[in-house]
């Protein structure tokens, strides 16, 4: 062995170390968030989305972005489960990619004559963009996650006000409910495992782990841009008149702010997640994708 060898030798438990706990490390975070735009170049395509043949059972304006994910090391506190603390970095990450997912294009070149209607089509954006401000977030914790445990952040819009969108982010437990055989977006691959066979109703409450809530603004510069207004400029929002696909849109965004105004114990939020599955089929879902270094 070389004098070299030595120093080498003594440095690799810190290698592994920080290989196995990366998701962690300081700015490492910038990494996760900053993915989506691979996945816009890659299975992000707008046409996808606008296409208004995709708006079935549940419209793809409420259907779900799953993250898979794992809780490393240093994410673990005293009690040897993740911290209440980082479920809100991983939310961040989830928000972040589903707004992409769904309006990626209208985020990268905003037309403020579609925005905000009230102004008139002539209005210009000049060099604004769309932002989606966080107002507040909360969580509500119901079973631990464990070191190196596997689990699943699936993410969707839960409902609008006139100013406010709610996105809700379910952790579930790896594995216990698949999405349908395809994805609304990736429509090029097939969920992972394929399609689940049928699922039980309290094997579906036991998975879910947590569930956050995010309430956030849309602004066009320093202008406050009404929530149904992007959903119609993003090609989300039933075309033609089409009254029972208004009627479904309409009962989930109601759905969704009753659970709101239940919530004082979560359960009525936790209670989303089993909503959002057909116990023969799994979930429809936009599509999934793996944290960076999460090793899931």
Request: with cysteine; glycine share 8%.
């Amino acid at each position: 062995m070389t004098f070299l060898s030595w120093p080498l030798l003594a440095s690799l438990p810190l290698v592994v170390f920080l290989v196995i706990n990366l998701k962690a490390i300081p700015l490492v975070w910038h990494f996760r968030l900053f993915t989506f735009l691979l996945q816009s170049r890659s299975w992000l395509r707008p046409s996808q989305v606008q296409d208004g043949t995709l708006v079935g059972k549940t419209p793809v304006l409420f259907q779900p972005l799953i993250l898979h994910s794992r809780s490393p090391l240093l994410e673990i506190d005293y009690y040897l489960h993740k911290s209440n603390a980082t479920f809100f970095s991983d939310v961040d990450i989830a928000r972040s990619h589903l707004v992409a997912a769904l309006m990626w294009p209208l985020l990268r070149r905003p037309e403020a004559g579609v925005l905000l209607p009230s102004k008139g089509a002539d209005v210009k954006s000049g060099n604004q963009r769309l932002a989606i401000m966080l107002g507040a977030v909360s969580c509500s914790f119901r079973r631990e996650i464990k070191p190196f445990e596997k689990y699943e952040v699936w993410t969707r819009v839960l409902a609008w006000d006139d100013k406010w969108v709610y996105f809700v982010s379910h952790f579930v437990r790896a594995g216990v409910v698949r999405g349908r055989g395809r994805f609304t977006l990736q429509q090029q691959r097939s969920a992972v495992g394929g399609q689940r066979q049928r699922v039980a109703k309290a094997e579906v409450e036991k998975a879910v782990l947590a569930t956050a809530v995010s309430k956030n603004v849309l602004k066009l510069g320093r202008t406050t841009v009404r929530p149904d207004d992007v959903w119609k400029a993003a090609g989300l929002w039933p075309s033609g008149g089409n009254k029972d696909a208004l009627d479904r849109v309409e009962k989930a965004r109601l759905r969704g702010l009753q659970a709101l105004a239940e919530s004082k114990d979560g359960a009525a939020l936790h209670g989303l997640f089993g909503d959002l599955v057909d116990h023969e089929d799994g979930v429809a879902a936009l599509g999934e994708y793996h944290d960076i270094f999460a090793w899931a």
